[in-house]
């Protein structure tokens, strides 16, 4: 992997690569390479962050969940909390994802990962209405947003729209494959 005897990288070329296995299907590769990164670079915040993204994206969020918690504290950061919030709603831990939520939208209220991320635990704890509104805004403040469209378009299949729902579902896997 990487070479202790070779020089430093840029922890961005080794993001994008990782990005790139990643997006190739080679998903443990890319989080080997990320995980051997970390480890020669533990200062860079780049590396473990999107060490994060890809453990969440894999749904292991207790590897995710600690990998944040040990990124380097730099006041509050909103894209950590948020992804910390993630986690805890993958675990089933709804009180504390709901806590990082509230976090994120005291510091920045016009989040739309934090307010996609509110409607994902009112839909996960069956508070339909609740979830519709959270990821309506959420696009509303980024259109682009797909797994809020995604999400969007999965409640509204559950509320009984299956042709809305389509649409909706078509439309976040054009903005997010």
Do not use: W
């Not at 590769?29 to 051997?36: R, W």
């Amino acid at each position: 992997m990487i070479d202790e005897r070779s020089p430093q990288i840029d922890p961005a070329v080794l993001v994008t690569g990782a990005e790139k296995l990643y997006h190739q299907g080679k998903c443990d590769n890319a989080i080997d390479l990320l995980v051997a990164a970390g480890e020669q670079m533990p200062e860079s915040h780049q590396i473990q962050v999107k060490l994060a993204d890809l453990l969440i994206d894999s749904e292991q969020y207790a590897d995710a969940l600690t990998i944040l918690n040990n990124v380097p504290d730099k006041g509050i950061d909103t894209q950590i909390v948020a992804r910390k919030g993630y986690c805890q709603a993958g675990l089933g831990d709804y009180r504390s994802a709901t806590q990082s939520v509230d976090d994120v939208l005291a510091n920045e209220p016009n989040n739309p990962v934090a307010l996609h991320l509110s409607g994902l635990i009112a839909f996960q704890t069956d508070l339909q209405a609740r979830a519709e509104h959270f990821f309506r805004k959420a696009l509303t403040l980024d259109p682009d947003y797909g797994q809020a469209h995604k999400d969007l378009g999965l409640a509204i299949k559950k509320g009984g729209d299956p042709a809305a729902a389509l649409n909706l579902l078509e439309n976040g896997f054009k903005c997010a494959p």
